[in-house]
């Protein structure tokens, strides 16, 4: 009567850990596009502005280039964090959302908060000194708040790497602040992306 209970078992078995397989896949490759586009953002836009200091690169040119890589990563940012836990319901998708609105808010919050030290007298090059780390910074704290919402361990590793980069930059001073904003950046993302799209390929791998 209970003949065909273990086949059944392991059947049952194959299909959940299939089911899980599908569930990490639809979690990771979102996160392979959103590492690369930041890896882009960072390189491209950092390395426009180092150019633009060296007085290579045109200043209004470096600058619209790097606000148009990074506000299109934050667009990104936002749609993909928010989207990761779609179809899943409860505190998950709560979560899923705020995280990705966090995105677009912490970088109003921080864009504000520059422009209001302008406003009262910041320098410019002091300005370009707070705005790659402020950046840095809250990246690495968004990348902590998603390490412990997944419970994502490489989230933890390349927020902890930004808020390295971010708290150093500052003492290189301007100029070479960028480069290293530039290459950290490229780095940072780049090997996130690999390391998640190689995790896509191993049916063993799990979060």
Do not use: K
Not at 37 to 49: D, K, Q, R, S
Not at 82 to 94: A, C, D, K, N
Not at 140 to 147: D, F, I, N, P, Q
């Amino acid at each position: 009567m209970n003949e065909n209970t273990p086949g059944d078992a392991r059947e049952m078995l194959d299909l959940i850990d299939g089911q899980q397989r599908r569930v990490s896949r639809e979690y990771r490759l979102p996160v392979v596009w959103l590492y690369t586009v930041w890896a882009v953002a960072w390189l491209v836009g950092f390395l426009a502005l180092y150019l633009a200091q060296l007085g290579v690169f045109d200043p209004v040119a470096a600058g619209i280039v790097f606000g148009v890589l990074i506000a299109g990563s934050i667009v990104a940012s936002a749609v993909i964090g928010s989207r990761i836990g779609r179809g899943v319901r409860g505190e998950s998708q709560y979560a899923g959302t705020v995280y990705g609105v966090s995105w677009s808010v912490c970088s109003v919050a921080f864009a504000l908060l520059g422009i209001g030290m302008i406003v009262q007298g910041l320098a410019g090059d002091f300005a370009g000194l707070y705005f790659p780390s402020a950046y840095a910074l809250m990246c690495g704290t968004l990348y902590l708040a998603g390490s412990a919402i997944w419970h994502d361990r490489l989230q933890l590793v390349l927020g902890l790497a930004l808020l390295v980069v971010g708290a150093v930059a500052p003492f290189l001073g301007l100029g070479p602040n960028l480069l290293l904003m530039a290459v950290a950046g490229g780095v940072i993302f780049g090997a996130g992306a690999i390391i998640t799209l190689r995790t896509l390929r191993d049916p063993s791998s799990r979060r």
